[in-house]
């Protein structure tokens, strides 16, 4: 190791302050040199991809820039066209319908299966555990692709069965509403193995004398639950609340796989949305200011949910 | 956890979340005390509770398998009905169908590629910006670290167009490097290696630079084998997420010859005509290497310290 001694310790230490009474009163400052080396990559690729392209964006967002030649600034131009954009809307809205379902929907199934996982009355969790993690492996645009093989309206399983038991088949691909009942069973298909991951490491946190405590007191499993269990699982509540609702908001790539968006445009999301309008129409300029209402929007989640993060507590 | 850590107040509630997590599975391998119970109020349990858990294991079960199997009927069973879960007669059309038309080896060299050098990449990037930003303390270095958890509320999606025109003013359009060199950075990485590093004691570094080790010795020759299981954790993150992304691959390659498997299959889905028969073992082909690489690392998988905030 000591032959490891090269440049950059020498650099390092010739950085470091000398000892006196200033290092004495903040001990705890080091050299500058190394840990900004160590930095030095990340620092470089978040210019590059997060600071210059947001940066650009909001530029953007100002002029009519197609993607050629010089942008033309606009003013505000862009923005009172958003606003009166029907598609903008209405792919504003079906995003908004989707997320308020989503989200509680995949909350729910997660937190059910891994409650049933942890439950010690349950027999080969083992194997269902690695079942409920499989769909994680599995790419969102193959997600799609399994959904909508099972949910195909002429050729189907779903509708195969409901036909053998006499029901009529639903319209999955061209009923809007229903197309969008399946995104949504095919999105917490999807999500559930992280999220169960989330509460599982939880709920094995959750100090046992608690529980037997309240079972001495006479508690019903579900009281259990509902006061003890539950309450104690508020930050992952909180973390998974918040991660699905951004997944929610971005979601793409299943739904293109799923019905692009269909039938026609009514299941058309934001993130789409801005696909459209910036690349396959290269109204770059029109497409950022989509992009920014939907950047606001995301931080305004994470602002309103990290305040009830903070009253909870 | 890192979506949300963006307040400074908030970063040693996350220390908090780690520490806990490494209690709960220290504690989850104490045994449990046992009660004596009747048997028969034991059995009145134990059967309701493990026919709702296999009644959902069914559930989820069933679109792969229904998937898979569908996969092996030739072409003309795919639409016959009455529908057979199992196939009449089992074939691999298909799949020589999309072996021929598809340059799989392609599509599966290109994902491979990306995949692994950007794992590779972003396990080395994460490491010394996570050692960097737990070891040594400085204003800067703080404002960077809330930089780096600001990003997790700035995904890709919402900078679309204009990364799409940083991406092609760089000379990285339609270029394997395009889609590999900006998903290098990963907040959760740098927040996974930070908190790790953080339990690691300072004695450890004192007593190496007392010794006369380099900073960069110390950090390749103790820090990073010592982060093993996050080395291990953010690679088989990091390889999911890259082999299983659409977006990137999406708004960079324009080519076919450098499609990644997932753009490839979109292609396919997207078609006007879908051809069910190819699509479905394609679809099957892309899933073997996650599956095989899962199988592989399924105990580390399972018990990853997932509570530092893995989701890209």
């Known amino acids: ?313 | 956890m890192t979506a949300i850590e963006t307040g400074a107040a908030a970063v040693p509630a996350a220390d908090v979340a780690t520490a806990t997590v490494r209690d709960a599975t220290s504690s989850a391998r104490t045994p449990r005390p046992r009660r004596r119970r009747p048997e028969a109020s034991r059995l009145s349990r134990v059967i309701p509770t493990s026919a709702l858990l296999w009644l959902l294991v069914v559930v989820y079960a069933f679109p792969v398998l229904w998937f898979v199997l569908s996969s092996f009927k030739p072409g003309s069973e795919l639409f016959s009905l009455p529908l057979h879960l199992l196939p009449q007669e089992w074939s691999f059309a298909g799949y020589q169908k999309a072996w021929s038309r598809f340059d799989f080896w392609r599509y599966f060299l290109n994902t491979g590629l990306v995949a692994v050098i950007t794992t590779a990449l972003a396990i080395l990037v994460s490491a010394a910006t996570g050692y960097a930003l737990a070891k040594f303390r400085a204003r800067w270095l703080s404002a960077f670290f809330l930089c780096i958890l600001a990003t997790t509320m700035l995904p890709t999606e919402v900078i679309l167009p204009s990364t799409f025109v940083v991406i092609r003013d760089l000379g990285l359009y339609n270029q394997l490097a395009g889609v590999i060199v900006p998903s290098v950075i990963t907040a959760t990485g740098i927040f996974m290696f930070r908190q790790y590093f953080r339990t690691v004691p300072d004695e450890l570094l004192d007593a190496a630079r007392i010794d006369g080790a380099g900073e960069f010795s110390i950090f390749f020759r103790i820090m990073l084998p010592v982060a093993k299981p996050i080395v291990f954790t953010l690679a088989i993150f990091s390889f999911q997420w890259r082999w299983n992304d659409y977006i990137w691959p999406l708004i960079v390659l324009n080519d076919q010859k450098n499609y990644t498997l997932q753009v490839a299959l979109r292609s396919i889905v997207g078609a006007d005509n879908i051809d069910w028969s190819v699509l479905l073992s394609a679809s099957v082909i892309s899933l073997i290497p996650m599956v095989v690489l899962f199988l592989i690392f399924q105990r580390f998988i399972m018990n990853a310290d997932i509570n530092s905030g893995l989701k890209d």
């Open chain 1, 1 to 313: 190791m000591a032959t490891q001694t090269v440049e950059p310790a020498g650099l390092t230490r010739g950085s470091r302050p000398a000892p006196g009474p200033a290092r004495a009163r903040r001990p705890r400052r080091g050299p500058i040199a190394a840990p900004l080396l160590f930095i030095a990559p990340a620092v470089v690729l978040f210019c590059l991809f997060f600071v210059w392209p947001g940066a650009l964006g909001v530029y953007y967002s100002f002029t009519s820039y197609t993607g050629v030649g010089t942008p033309r600034p606009v003013g505000l131009d862009n923005y009172a066209r958003l606003f009166g954009d029907r598609d903008f809307y209405a792919a504003l809205s079906r995003t908004v319908v989707y997320t308020v379902l989503a989200v509680p929907m995949q909350y729910l199934v997660s937190l059910a299966v891994a409650v049933l996982l942890v439950n010690r009355h349950a027999r080969g969790t083992t194997v269902a555990r690695v079942v409920f993690f499989f769909p994680w492996l599995i790419s969102p645009i193959v997600t799609g692709v399994v959904w909508r093989w099972l949910f195909g309206e002429n050729f189907g399983f779903v509708n195969f069965v409901i036909d053998q038991l006499h029901g009529t088949p639903q319209r999955w691909e061209t009923n809007a509403n229903l197309s969008l009942a399946v995104v949504l069973f095919a999105s917490a298909w999807g999500g559930t193995a992280f999220n169960m991951l989330l509460f599982i490491a939880a709920l094995r946190n959750i100090p046992r004398s608690y529980l037997e405590a309240a079972s001495i007191d006479g508690a019903t499993g579900w009281q259990r639950f509902r006061w003890i269990t539950w309450p104690l699982l508020a930050p992952t509540t909180f973390l998974v609340v918040l991660l699905t609702t951004i997944g929610s908001m971005k979601e793409f790539a299943m739904i293109q796989a799923l019905n692009g968006g269909g039938p026609g445009t009514s299941n058309m999301l934001l993130v789409q949305y801005i696909y459209r309008t910036g690349f396959e129409r290269a109204k770059i300029g029109y497409a950022s200011a989509a992009s920014f209402v939907l950047m606001i929007i995301l931080l305004v989640i994470a602002l309103v949910q990290k305040r009830f993060d903070k009253a909870e507590s």
